[in-house]
């Protein structure tokens, strides 16, 4: 995997003015006005969902032939019904009945099949603000932009959606290892600052315990696959891109992940754990998608902050002896030092001709690659 960033976006941002972007599932209504401040908590928007059909096999539920469903129903197709109100019944001293399991409409009553249709109710969904900030623009029907003073943090990968809660440190150091028993009551609802690995045991002993998500420098692939239930690389490698999901993908795990390193052991970045660590115990937003693709996003934390900021986030320069991160798919995380940086194209591993720098990794190799692969460290 390569991890391709245009922007220039440093992995560390301290104290700069957040964009987040907060968009309904589906269209629907704004709550909130332009220039209003609001709390994580606060619903800024709200919409119907549509709930996923119902299909009822009515004729094993009664015990009787298909043909014999359609004269069984009390309702007739498109016809509203009620949730516990008798869908079905058979006469006789030892009839049965059927109760609608949800309330919605009937759409379809097959006879061949004695498999009876409804489409339920669209159920209320508010979206929160998940992050304290003023309301700067509107999204017409789909949401809103809010811009809140901030350190940010941008992973090298992640996995989950965007979820609130507060920073809680377990890791004293970037080079520890969480285990499972230091993830108790005590995390319920927190983003948890770990070190430099987290294993499967682990992560299910965090989503047993209702934490929203985790912070990890690495992660082993074996770990991740046996968590997430994903049986090959090819699986979850899909999950970085804005297409559809693979059928064996299981549910969201109500868990986000956020690696801010790399695949493996690697402990955190010291100037990130740092500044993790001075913010714990504060409300941040953590959102794990990332995309690969048009349009490029990167996994990141955002800390809201009470002091000053700037407006635009430092670009520390790529230069020789500057210290870096590498994001390419062979040494995605490792850390190396930039030692060239020629002002004409030159031709890289993958055979394309690409603005390249020059970097010398800690066990003294020498390569060349594009500078989108490669991020500054602050």
Known sequence: MSFYNPEGTPPLV?????????????????????????????????????????IINLARALAIPPSAVPR??????????????????????????????????????????????????????????????????????????????ADQVYGAFGIGAERSGVLRLLALEPSDIVRPEQIDARSAFAILICGAAISADALRRAVAEQV???????????????????????TWRSALHPCPLPEDRPADPELTIIVTEGFGVR???????????????????????????????????????????????????????????????AH????????????????VASGARVAAVEVQTDDGANLWLPRSCVEVLP
Do not use: C
């Open 14 to 54: 301290p104290g700069a003015m957040a964009r987040i972007e907060r968009r309904l599932p589906y269209p629907g209504e704004i709550l909130v006005a332009q220039g209003r401040r609001v709390e994580p908590e606060d619903s800024i928007a709200r919409t119907l969902k549509p709930a996923p059909l119902q």
């Open 267 to 329: 402990p955190m970045n010291q100037a990130i754990f740092d500044l993790l660590s001075a913010q714990d115990r504060q409300e941040a937003l953590i959102d794990g998608q990332t995309s690969l693709r048009q349009p490029l996003r990167r996994p990141r934390v955002v800390v809201p902050l009470t002091r000053g900021a700037q407006i635009e986030p430092p670009r520390p320069p790529l230069r020789p002896g500057a210290s870096v991160r590498l994001l390419d798919d």
């Open 212 to 234: 929203r998500g985790v912070i990890v420098g690495g992660i082993e692939v074996a770990e991740l696959q046996q968590f997430l239930g994903w049986s090959g690389v090819g």
């Open 72 to 149: 069984a129903m009390r309702r007739e197709q498109r016809a509203r019904i009620t949730a516990g109100e008798t869908l079905a019944r058979v006469p006789g001293l030892f009839g049965r009945s059927y109760p609608a399991p949800v309330s919605g409409v009937i759409v379809d009553i097959d006879g061949a099949t004695g498999y009876v249709t409804i489409a339920p109710d669209p159920e209320e969904y508010v979206l929160q603000a998940a992050v304290r900030g003023l309301v700067m623009e509107h999204i017409p029907y789909e949401g809103v932009v809010i811009e809140t003073l």
């Open 332 to 347: 995605l995380g490792q850390l190396a030092t930039g030692r060239s940086l020629p002002a004409a194209p030159r031709r």
